[in-house]
């Protein structure tokens, strides 16, 4: 059964969230600055708490089932823009952004994102529309992402390296200065207007968010195939992104097992829009047109609970490694002061083996 929701609350609900966003957007502009953790911890509690409040909405007005898929859709796609947090880290890092005008980079990438989301989603809603076999597709297409997630992209330097190409052109066809304007994108140096190199942080910015949105909207889809649970599960995913990004800071790093949480739950995804493909099957080839009837039909709470305990496995076996080689790290700074103090090697050469049977 498709969605049905009062049109005044599906208007009304894009209304309010465009205003917010309008409204975060004119903060960042009047009031540029490196945000306090306080400051950040409030905003991001703010965001998620105005999802939960939506997907109380959801249910009173459409029902549990329907709200569960945009909870689960939220999930998913918050989780699919903390791991976009990280190439963001390396984009700023690699280009030298000034931190105070971070957060106007970010507001630019989380607009180009929802642009290219939207685009997607309007193209995806149309194929699944028309073509039920697109979900063999975008299952294949799931479960190779999360192989490719969990195994040859881990660290990220692969996604970072594909803006490479954007940002050579971008230097052959137009004059950039050497040196940032502030947050603006034009400048004049000596007399001659030239673009900064911010230009060049939003086209890599723009690049990431192409390839995380072609990622990002067959995940949401296996969840749900309502285009408004989708587009509101993104923007709900992406308000708050920004003070994440300063709240998370330096916890990236040690999130490094997140990205097995990320890639499990695609390649979840990805079987459960294989088997949804079976069970709803029209291609003539296979199983002679038929519908696969044993294929199972895995549920909206199931995927739920899969999306929450993957992510929470990830994240709690990546804070216990980081604190382990922690303490490591400091047992090693402690022999060292003591082996300055007294002048001795911080670890002694164990000798060379011998054979246990001989004596000394």
């Known amino acids: 059964m498709d969605l049905q929701l009062p049109l005044w609350f599906e208007i009304g609900s894009l209304v309010?969230?465009?205003?917010?966003?309008?409204?975060?957007?004119?903060?960042?502009?009047?009031?540029?600055?490196?945000?306090?953790?306080?400051?950040?911890?409030?905003?991001?509690?703010?965001?998620?708490?105005?999802?939960?409040?939506?997907?109380?909405?959801?249910?009173?007005?459409?029902?549990?089932?329907?709200?569960?898929?945009?909870?689960?859709?939220?999930?998913?796609?918050?989780?699919?823009?903390?791991?976009?947090?990280?190439?963001?880290?390396?984009?700023?890092?690699?280009?030298?952004?000034?931190?105070?005008?971070?957060?106007?980079?970010?507001?630019?990438?989380?607009?180009?994102?929802?642009?290219?989301?939207?685009?997607?989603?309007?193209?995806?809603?149309?194929?699944?529309?028309?073509?039920?076999?697109?979900?063999?597709?975008?299952?294949?297409?799931?479960?190779w992402t999360a192989y490719r997630q969990?195994?040859?992209?881990?660290?990220?330097?692969?996604?970072?390296?594909?803006?490479n190409f954007i940002?050579?052109?971008?230097?052959?066809?137009?004059?950039?200065?050497?040196?940032?304007?502030?947050?603006?994108?034009?400048?004049?140096?000596?007399?001659?207007?030239?673009?900064?190199p911010m230009i060049i942080v939003f086209a890599a910015i723009g690049v990431t968010d192409l390839l995380f949105a072609i990622d990002s909207i067959p995940a949401i889809f296996g969840i749900t195939t309502s285009p408004f649970i989708v587009f509101t599960a993104n923007i709900f995913a992406l308000m708050g992104l920004r003070q994440l990004y300063?709240?998370?800071?330096?916890?990236?790093?040690?999130?490094?097992?997140?990205?097995?949480?990320i890639a499990f739950i695609l390649a979840f995804i990805g079987l459960k829009l294989v088997f949804h493909a079976m069970h709803v099957n029209e291609l003539p080839f296979i199983n002679g047109g038929e519908h696969i009837e044993w294929a199972p039909e895995i549920s909206t709470w199931m995927s739920l609970a899969v999306i929450i305990l993957s992510m929470a496995v990830a994240t709690v076996a990546s804070l216990i490694a980081s604190s382990r080689e922690k303490k490591a790290g400091s047992a090693d700074a402690a022999a060292q002061v003591v082996a300055d103090e007294k002048g001795t090697p911080p670890t002694v050469d164990q000798p060379a083996s011998s054979d246990p049977r001989r004596g000394a």
């Open 16 to 143: 309010v969230l465009t205003l917010i966003l309008a409204a975060d957007l004119l903060l960042i502009l009047k009031r540029p600055h490196i945000p306090s953790t306080r400051e950040s911890t409030l905003w991001v509690v703010f965001y998620v708490t105005l999802a939960l409040l939506f997907a109380g909405l959801m249910w009173i007005f459409a029902g549990g089932e329907y709200a569960g898929q945009f909870v689960a859709g939220w999930l998913t796609e918050y989780s699919l823009s903390i791991d976009n947090l990280f190439v963001f880290v390396l984009i700023m890092s690699q280009f030298a952004v000034p931190r105070r005008y971070q957060q106007e980079v970010l507001m630019v990438g989380i607009i180009i994102a929802l642009v290219l989301r939207g685009i997607f989603i309007l193209i995806g809603a149309a194929a699944i529309e028309q073509f039920s076999w697109i979900f063999y597709i975008f299952g294949a297409f799931l479960v």
């Open 150 to 163: 969990a195994f040859p992209g881990g660290d990220h330097d692969d996604d970072v390296q594909k803006e």
């Open 167 to 196: 940002v050579r052109l971008l230097r052959r066809t137009i004059d950039i200065s050497d040196h940032y304007d502030g947050a603006k994108i034009r400048t004049v140096v000596n007399g001659k207007k030239m673009f900064t």
């Open 246 to 261: 300063f709240l998370l800071g330096d916890l990236l790093d040690r999130l490094r097992y997140l990205h097995y949480g």
